[in-house]
């Protein structure tokens, strides 16, 4: 168990609607990462938040948009779902703001299928 | 600037060794090294800073080689618990780490 926890676990939805993953990093972190996994997939970097304001971004697409709250979760928000968006989510956290060579920790991720 | 990783896949017996490759167009800065089991979270293995240092801890290591940005994971003797997907990340900006393509690796008794 890396402390990182998702929620929810599985979610069914169809195309055209919007859903919202939410991530509760470790305890003391301040980073949150969100990746994207496609079947048989790697991991796609979407965005990275730090204590509350975007740092980085990667592959994300304008339908997609993420934040970070004062208490340090984060909520990524799906919109306007087409079928290539399921997937596997996965929210990782680091203690600071990932610069060089700093751990990430990963959560459980959250499964997300589009009908 | 996505990391190539090779081989795609292993398959191994009990007990045999197995190198993963990890290289890119980059200069590094670090790499890092995870494992991924079926449907479950990736799993930190470990991070290589740039210096060409090799680390490990039981029969996984790695070494890192700045100058030719690469790196090798070196799997000794191994255990069926080896089994998953190795995924390699990459930094070589701030804030980003960009995951290779990874590498199935199965283990048979």
């Known amino acids: 168990d890396s402390g990182v926890t998702q929620t929810p676990k599985h979610l069914i939805t169809a195309t055209g609607q919007r859903v919202t993953l939410r991530c509760s990093p470790r305890s003391g972190d301040l980073s949150v990462y969100w990746y994207q996994q496609s079947l048989d997939q790697g991991l796609q970097f979407l965005i990275q938040y730090y204590n509350g304001e975007e740092r980085a971004k990667g592959n994300i697409l304008e339908r997609f948009s993420a934040q970070q709250f004062p208490d340090l979760h984060s909520e990524l928000n799906l919109s306007s779902l087409e079928l290539g968006d399921s997937a596997l989510y996965f929210c990782a956290s680091s203690v600071e703001s990932g610069t060089h060579g700093e751990t990430q920790y990963f959560g459980p991720g959250t499964r997300l299928l589009v009908l | 600037q996505q990391p190539v990783q090779s081989p795609q896949a292993v398959i191994l017996r009990e007990g045999e060794d197995a190198v993963i490759n990890c290289s890119s167009s980059?200069?590094?800065?670090?790499v890092h090294w995870y494992r991924q089991k079926h449907g479950e979270a990736p799993v930190f293995l470990m991070i290589l800073l740039k210096g060409g240092e090799q680390k490990g801890h039981d029969k996984i290591s790695a070494s890192f080689n700045e100058k030719k940005q690469q790196s090798s994971l070196y799997l000794t003797a191994s255990q069926l618990s080896y089994s998953g997907t190795y995924f390699c990340g990459t930094e070589w900006n701030t804030d980003k780490l960009i995951f290779g393509t990874g590498t199935r690796l199965q283990v048979f008794p």
């Open positions: 980059k200069a590094l800065y670090s």
